[in-house]
């Protein structure tokens, strides 16, 4: 009986067998395909990822970078709209994704700058082109001093450092008188007038810089209160490429050096000195704590500071000193010219002038307008008469060229009238200055603001500075 129940449940098994795989519409079997090819291993994240993504490695390059001026100094963190651009990683991030040379507004929650600033990962295939996969932009840059009208291509690694290591045009006034005001009297003979202004970025020569001659050197021009040739710092790529310097007709310039090609060849980038071997000697930019500079610390690597003791196995140990020193006695003689022809007003200490020194950039002179707000001659004898001196700036959203509903910071300014300063008036030229004077003024600031005392194109920052001191000699 068993047997025959055994027999019995097989047969219903086969029977759902069967009627099972009725139930499966099966066609028929296809062609046999092709065999594909082997395909290439991809990089292996260990050797290409560690090489600097460990623990260790991390931690290293962020104490050294602790020590970089981008981290500790004044570099950091400025964040209204026209500093976000460079001074923070937001600032920076904007721009180089949209190509604005501004960023759209303030940024006050913005971040300093860090890793992530000048770092982008856009791919992980490293043995290709390795700088353009982790660095935020390698693009050509378009330089402020040709108000982002014309890009120059300073290499890859380059154009990333000259985004902001350039020229940045100087933040100045649009100027529309909307009302006038008793301010009592004064200056060209018109009451204080309230203006309205949007503050925006000109390329930095304050005039036309195209197309001079020798005879155009002798012209007047109107530098009043208000307008600057002082250069902003930072313009380290226009000085290395010998470029934007005020160049006199009939002078000869010459643009490219021993590190402007490599074999005539391959050009140096930045990295070369300011990323070179890490080492131990002084930073000279490094605050101790009694607030002085100069502290025998890590140098080279993500510090920024060259390790000097690199580049000596190439110069001389005395190489560079040699050409800051150079550099810094022609700019002693053109800061004396500038006070003698009464362009520059000399450091004062109460009425004590404080001698000049470039090294320690102590007794810096400053250029001082021959012209008011409003275009008067500003005396050379301290008088009773009133001029627009002062020129005072409140942050607003206003009305105007500029619509209050793009949330765009406007200026509303108004011009200050004041009797001249006696400090002032015995320095001052008291007539138009010439544009060849402008051109000696800017150049000193040119090299005084590009902080490496010439270092970056020696031929070139000497050269700009003979020949303004030439052209104040009447040479």
């Not at 200050?416 to 138009?432: F, L, V």
Request: proline fraction near 4%.
């Amino acid at each position: 009986m068993k047997l025959k129940n055994f027999n019995l449940f097989l047969f219903f098994a086969l029977a759902i067998l069967l009627l099972a795989q009725s139930c499966v519409k099966q066609g028929p079997m296809g062609l046999t395909g092709s065999s594909g090819t082997n395909g290439t291993n991809g990089q292996d994240a260990n050797s290409a990822c560690l090489k600097c993504h460990t623990t260790a490695v991390m931690d290293e390059k962020k104490v050294e970078y602790q020590l970089s001026k981008h981290f500790f100094g004044t570099s950091s963190a400025r964040n209204t709209k026209y500093c976000a651009r460079c001074h923070t990683t937001d600032g920076f991030k904007e721009i180089t994704a949209n190509g604005k040379f501004v960023a759209a507004m303030d940024i006050p929650a913005a971040e300093r700058i860090n890793c992530s600033t000048c770092h982008a990962h856009s791919a992980f295939d490293f043995q290709g082109d390795t700088a353009t996969y982790i660095l935020r932009t390698t693009t050509p840059v378009a330089l402020n001093y040709y108000n982002n009208s014309k890009t120059e291509d300073f290499g890859k690694i380059d154009n990333l450092c000259c985004t902001c290591h350039q020229i940045r045009g100087a933040t100045t006034v649009a100027i529309a008188l909307k009302s006038k005001i008793d301010n009592t009297k004064d200056s060209l003979t018109s009451a204080g007038a309230l203006v309205y202004s949007s503050f925006k970025q000109l390329p930095f020569f304050p005039f036309d810089n195209t197309s001079k001659t020798a005879a155009d050197m002798a012209a007047t021009v109107d530098f009043k209160v208000g307008q600057s040739v002082s250069v902003h710092d930072g313009n380290q790529s226009n000085l290395f490429k010998g470029i934007n310097g005020f160049e006199y007709p009939g002078k000869t310039y010459t643009r490219t050096w021993q590190h402007s090609l490599n074999g005539g060849q391959i050009p140096f980038d930045c990295t070369s000195c300011h990323m070179n071997e890490v080492g131990t000697g002084m930073n000279k930019k490094y605050p101790n704590s009694d607030g002085t500079t100069g502290k025998v610390t890590t140098i080279g690597g993500h510090t920024l500071v060259p390790n000097e003791e690199v580049c000596a196995k190439c110069h001389k140990s005395d190489h560079l000193v040699s050409t800051a020193n150079a550099v810094d006695g022609l700019l002693m003689q053109l800061a004396n010219r500038l006070v003698a022809h009464k362009l520059f007003k000399p450091s004062l200490s109460g009425t004590t002038v404080v001698p000049f020194d470039p090294v320690s950039e102590t007794g810096t002179p400053s250029a001082i307008p021959a012209q008011d707000f409003y275009g008067a001659l500003l005396p050379t004898t301290p008088g009773s008469t009133l001029y627009g001196l002062t020129l005072v700036s409140a942050n607003s959203i206003a009305a105007g060229p500029t619509p209050s509903a793009s949330l765009n910071l406007t200026y509303v300014s108004t011009v200050t009238m004041k009797k001249d300063a006696a400090t002032d008036a015995p320095y001052r030229k008291g007539s138009k200055w010439t544009y060849g004077e402008l051109g000696a003024a800017y150049n000193f600031g040119f090299i005084m603001s590009e902080l490496s005392h010439g270092i970056h194109n020696p031929t070139y920052a000497q050269q700009i500075l003979q020949s303004s001191i030439d052209y104040l000699d009447g040479k």
